[in-house]
């Protein structure tokens, strides 16, 4: 791996690092005296892969977060959660609360489909969502799913679907929890709430807030030496979430969730000539409510029903004033009927409904528009053979029917061994900002952009033995008329002709010298294939990653480190010189120490070697930074 643009230290790292993975991949073979361990969880039941609870098939290529892992991690962004995962970037404008993008296997942040608690958020003028702003102490797990799954969710999902699930109630009675934490750039959070259960119900309430005076986060431009604003950037957010459920003696179950955050962001926006644009800041929320009832009207019949809203509303002031407001919201319904018609095969039908409307400062010629979605899946399994079909038609309000699908097949080469292939088809709408964005001189929209279609393709093979688990899976996606923003004065979006993006992932897992192991490294090939750029990198993915996550349990106390390492890449399409971003190397250190069962003191160091590096060109990352927390989880 060349990590670019290194220094002798970090040079050492990065040879570190390509050995680790070397080893790691190969399975570490010679252990067989290793104990087992779980560390990957690949057999978990992922939910959102298949949109049921009953996953007959184990296909899709999946990560699942817990809410064990985000502690251990000390992780302050779902962001820094997902940078070490196979087969995602994540690049970012900036320090913590900055606009920050997530590229799953090379597609594009908005061909990333977000859930909350089963409801789907994100921008309707962007087209992504604002992951940054999603508080990770209310969070009890993460599914992040790749591949097309537009067969069962429609637009949007051309990359792949990631959840987030709120934190519930557990056990018996009422437990309390909380945090406290400080750290370096006078970074300040907590949280407080109480969940639990009683009989049939179950609930968790909880608020959480954060703040930090950050960075700089515009790094000086020779080019523009006016636009320098060498200010700190801060963040501060406020967060309230509500989740819980009963199950009634006839075996009807209704639960609902709310979540809501405020934010206040700065930012630097000066002009080139630096008179305008000063003191640049933002004011935003994001709100999720959401409610499912679920119940038998036959044994073999289940119904559930889902209602949802979100909103991400953002209002941005310069120069001592309001500037521009774009506010969105969308209102969901999903009615899905699983039925199963034999031992191991399960047949589901499912209709969907959403509306998106904006109110932004501009006029867009469209404010609204609605999609309509059936859809049909079959799982099951037969034997060895395990098997996964479905196929989806979208009524889009402005672009029309579009029919997708998905198609997978797995087969157990042994008890402990997997094989899987897969294929699938996508679509994604325009965003409203794509198509209507007003002519700023800068920037401006293409009211003739067409949808972007994809095909992709997938051979994976996972397994388990006494040493760990391991997974390894190859995959090409072609995507027609991708969307790129391109040129200048102004910076208009363009279909691109054909993009192909192909990639291997390899995740290993296992337990070395008393230390859990786990490491993953991609190998992405992400080129795009239109005439004026043909064979060029997409903008902001790294051709090569690599994490490496060790812990270890000394008693009461916890010890771990991060070594994340990322290859070159270009900022735009275009590949000059002048756009290229090095490559860089990461190392974290954590550590934590049990009172007892219910109270821990961690810290964490950050970025330990103080590395200098960029994921958006011109916007600085954070340096090294420390921070303490304490927890408290009432058993």
């Known amino acids: 791996m060349s990590c670019g643009g290194h220094d002798g230290d970090l040079d050492l790292i990065c040879k570190t690092l390509n050995t680790s993975a070397a080893c790691l991949l190969l399975g570490y073979v010679s252990l ?3 104990q087992p361990v779980q560390p990957l969880n690949l057999n978990d039941q992922v939910v959102t892969a298949t949109r049921t609870e009953q996953a007959l098939s184990r296909i899709a290529s999946t990560s699942v977060i817990t809410r064990e892992q985000i502690v251990r991690s000390q992780a302050q962004s779902v962001s820094e959660l997902l940078r070490g995962l196979a087969g995602v970037n994540v690049a970012s404008n900036g320090g913590r609360g900055k606009t920050s993008a997530v590229y799953v296997r090379g597609t594009s942040s908005q061909h990333l489909l977000v859930l909350v608690d089963g409801v789907k958020i994100g921008s309707a003028t962007s087209g ?3 992951l940054e702003n999603i508080p990770v102490e209310q969070i009890e797990r993460i599914e992040l799913v790749r591949g097309p799954r537009s067969s069962l969710y429609g637009s949007e999902a051309v990359g792949g679907v990631m959840q987030i699930f709120a934190r519930r109630g557990e056990g018996e009675g009422f437990k309390p929890y909380f945090s406290a934490g400080a750290g370096s750039r006078s970074s300040f959070d907590g949280t407080a709430g109480i969940s639990g259960s009683q009989g049939a119900g179950w609930f968790n309430l909880g608020v959480a807030s954060a ?7 515009r790094a000086y431009r020779p080019s523009a030496p006016r636009s320098y604003e060498p200010d700190a950037d801060g963040y501060r957010e406020l967060s309230g979430a509500l989740r819980g459920g009963y199950r009634f003696d006839n075996g009807l179950e209704l639960d609902g969730s709310w979540l809501h955050v405020d934010t206040h962001s700065d930012y630097d926006s000066r002009s080139t000539s630096g008179a305008t644009g000063r003191f640049a800041y933002s004011d935003g929320s994001q709100q999720v409510i959401g409610g499912r009832a679920r119940f038998k009207p036959l044994e073999p019949w289940l119904v559930t029903l889902q209602a949802g809203h979100s909103e991400d509303n953002t209002d941005n002031f310069r120069d001592g004033r309001f500037y521009s407001r774009f506010d969105t919201k969308r209102d969901s319904f999903n009615w899905r009927n699983d039925f199963s018609v034999a031992d191991d095969q399960l047949l589901t039908l499912g209709f969907d409904y959403q509306q998106d409307r904006i109110d932004v400062t ?9 999609n309509k979605g059936a859809y049909l899946q079959y799982q099951g399994r037969f034997g060895r053979h395990g098997l996964l079909a479905g196929l989806r038609r979208d009524d889009n309000e402005q672009f029309g029917n579009h029919d997708t699908g998905n198609l997978g097949w797995s087969y157990d080469l042994r008890d402990n061994l997997m094989l899987s292939a897969s294929y699938g088809t996508a679509f994604k709408a325009p965003t409203f900002n794509d198509l209507y964005a007003p002519d700023t001189g800068f920037t401006a929209g293409n009211p003739d952009l067409l949808p972007e279609e994809s095909q992709s393709y997938e051979l994976g093979l996972k397994g388990e033995q006494q040493w760990g688990e391991w997974s390894l899976n190859a995959f090409e996606n072609q995507i027609e008329d991708l969307i790129v923003w391109t040129g200048s004065s102004p910076m208009q979006p363009q279909n691109v002709d ?13 337990e ?10 991609t190998f992405l090939d992400p080129q795009d294939r239109s005439k004026a750029n043909h064979g060029h990198l997409l903008p902001r993915r790294a051709k090569r990653t690599l994490n490496v996550d060790l812990d270890r349990a000394i008693g009461r106390f916890a010890v771990g480190t991060t070594l994340y390492a990322a290859s070159e890449r270009f900022d735009k399409s275009s590949n000059t010189e002048a756009e290229r971003l090095p490559g860089y190397a990461l190392v974290d250190l954590r550590g934590e120490y049990r009172l007892d069962d219910a109270w821990r003191l961690q810290a964490k160091l950050s970025n330990l070697f103080d590395r200098d590096y960029e994921t958006a060109q011109t916007y600085e990352q954070p340096g090294r930074a420390i921070h303490f927390t304490v927890r408290y989880q009432a058993l």
């Open 498 to 510: 054909v993009a192909r993006i192909r990639g291997i992932e390899g995740v290993v897992g296992t």
């Open 362 to 370: 501009d006029d867009y010629a469209v404010d609204a528009r609605d």
């Open 32 to 34: 067989s005296h290793a």
């Open 128 to 130: 992504g969502a604002s």
């Open 211 to 217: 703040s930090t005076d950050g960075i700089n986060s």
């Open 512 to 521: 070395l010298l008393g230390w859990d192991v786990v490491s993953s490294v």
